[in-house]
């Protein structure tokens, strides 16, 4: 079997034919750029059997040969069947490979859809879910690859980071899986891989998709590159030093943004991944451009892809609004998760889709006897945990020290009940800083509550019951002592005024909350 878009060179091993200077430099200086970073980790080579990723796979067998490479990566072929001759191509590749004495895997795609990006995405996908954690994905990305991907960039908008282009070394991570992108020919041309491919005789495949001009990135290959050189011959070199460059400006703005951001965020309400909050005052102390460039950095996090102008300006204005409206809200698509940005009083909060709806799972009212777990000759510190609302993504436990607990009542009675119970909107209840007791909406804004929290407000109380009350019923003149103490969320608590009529000093009414303890755990596939 044969395929027509395969130069008819026969498949021969090429160690030993002559290296290209200019192309070796190249990947021998990225190397020891990066030889920390690729110290012990396993290298793979993204090969098409195209021109460029032939060649690139070509030069590292021959400097592997001549002891320059300390390594030889391991091919990946990536068959996605788009093509009638795909199974054809994916053979030629493994032919060539064992020729050259290189280890290479071929992996079958199934491509959502029939646009190259579609195909591109297939390819990545496959790749990735071979590779292991940290391991190194060659690829063969030149300069005019980088100059059209800038070209494409600016013609959609992109700003400075967009406007950067390919890195030669980026770290991505998908799902907590981490991988790493290396391109060491970012700065050689085309012409050059093609005058090298030409010397060798390399059998590469000429995809004839690939100029086609069905795409952006072809059509900017064929119609507007050749235009360009007319005008300064050095455009592609140019347009990669540019990219440099804005590459070294965004490493300056993102790091400006880091910092402002540890400026402006609400430590004690960050959720990574869930909610991210910002402090408005903090924010509007800042010049409008980095407030601009925060919110960009902000809205990003945990996203692999930023966030679109028009969704920055949007919550720009947000951030400037001096009304009381609390109803807005901003949606954004993410790569990862879908999110809803809102602003109650003076902060921000990124939200994502799945934390709003973990904040709706209802909560069923808990008691636990502490009698039991209470013994002279257990250490002060043992606990017990128990669980207020769990799913997939998220669980929200208390932890608590019976010893701890029922010290700090210094009650006579024998046992202690304690109840978890969700906070009606009607119920009235006093923090121990307020004045009197209050309900609803009123109590919501007193504490600071945003309307997605409200259904996640949950009271602790306690019950004092003298052992002489029968199991299941009290004795007529035994009448238990029942206490709301505390108000918890999965983020924040309040120690009630009940808490201060159950203790005798101040030290005592403020430890309840050190003895009952809220935390939220985040799972590890969130």
Request: charged letters at 20%; glycine letters at 4%.
């Amino acid at each position: 079997m044969s395929s027509s878009a395969i130069l008819p060179y026969p498949i021969e091993p090429i160690a030993e034919l002559p290296i290209d200077d200019n192309l070796a430099k190249a990947l021998l200086t990225s190397i020891s750029e990066y030889g920390e970073q690729l110290q012990g980790r396993r290298i793979w080579l993204a090969c098409s059997g195209g021109r460029d990723s032939l060649a690139l796979a070509a030069l590292c067998v021959q400097l592997h040969w001549q002891g320059k490479l300390p390594f030889l990566p391991q091919l990946l072929h990536v068959n996605h069947g788009l093509q009638a001759d795909s199974a054809i191509w994916a053979a030629h590749v493994a032919n060539w490979a064992k020729a050259q004495k290189i280890p290479c895997t071929i992996l079958q795609a199934h491509v959502n859809g029939h646009d190259e990006q579609a195909a591109r995405q297939a390819r990545y996908d496959v790749m990735r879910a071979q590779l292991n954690q940290d391991d190194v994905l060659l690829l063969a990305h030149h300069a005019d690859d980088q100059a059209e991907t800038v070209l494409m960039r600016l013609i959609q908008g992109a700003g400075v980071n967009g406007l950067s282009g390919m890195q030669p070394w980026r770290v991505q991570t998908q799902d907590a899986h981490r991988i790493i992108l290396w391109r060491p020919w970012l700065i050689v041309q085309r012409a050059s891989i093609s005058s090298y491919a030409k010397r060798l005789k390399l059998p590469y495949i000429d995809d004839p998709t690939n100029d086609g001009g069905d795409n952006v990135r072809s059509g900017l290959r064929r119609d507007i590159m050749p235009v360009l050189a007319k005008y300064n011959p050095n455009v592609i070199d140019n347009i990669a030093r540019s990219a440099q460059l804005l590459s070294d400006a965004q490493l300056t703005v993102k790091a400006q943004a880091a910092e402002d951001l540890k400026q402006t965020e609400v430590i004690s309400l960050q959720i990574p991944s869930a909610q991210r909050v910002l402090n408005i005052d903090k924010l509007q102390k800042l010049p409008l451009y980095r407030q601009r460039q925060l919110l960009h950095h902000w809205l990003g996090q945990d996203e692999p892809l930023p966030p679109a102008k028009q969704l920055v300006d949007n919550v720009f204005s947000l951030s400037q609004r001096d009304d009381h409206d609390h109803q807005t809200k901003l949606f954004w698509q993410g790569r990862k998760q879908s999110y809803t940005i809102r602003r109650y009083r003076q902060q921000l909060y990124r939200l994502s889709n799945d934390w709003l709806a973990w904040l709706k799972i209802p909560f069923i009212e808990q008691t636990q006897t502490l009698l039991d777990l209470t013994v002279a000759d257990k250490a002060d510190s043992e606990s017990f945990s128990m669980t207020l609302r769990s799913d997939d993504t998220f669980a929200w436990h208390v932890q608590i020290v019976p010893n701890d607990v029922t010290r700090l009542l210094e009650s006579d009675k024998d046992k202690v009940e304690i109840t978890f119970a969700p906070l009606d909107r009607n119920q009235r209840v006093q923090t121990a800083l307020a004045s009197r007791p209050q309900s609803g909406k009123k109590l919501y804004q007193t504490l600071g509550i945003p309307s997605w929290m409200r259904e996640s407000l949950v009271v602790v109380s306690v019950t004092l019951i003298n052992k002489e009350s029968s199991e299941n019923e009290l004795l007529e003149n035994d009448c238990p002592i029942e206490q709301p103490i505390l108000l918890l969320s999965p983020l924040e608590n309040w120690v009630l005024d009940g808490a201060k009529r159950l203790t005798n000093t101040v030290n005592n009414f403020y430890s309840i909350d050190r003895a009952i303890k809220s935390h939220l755990i985040l799972h590890s596939s969130f």
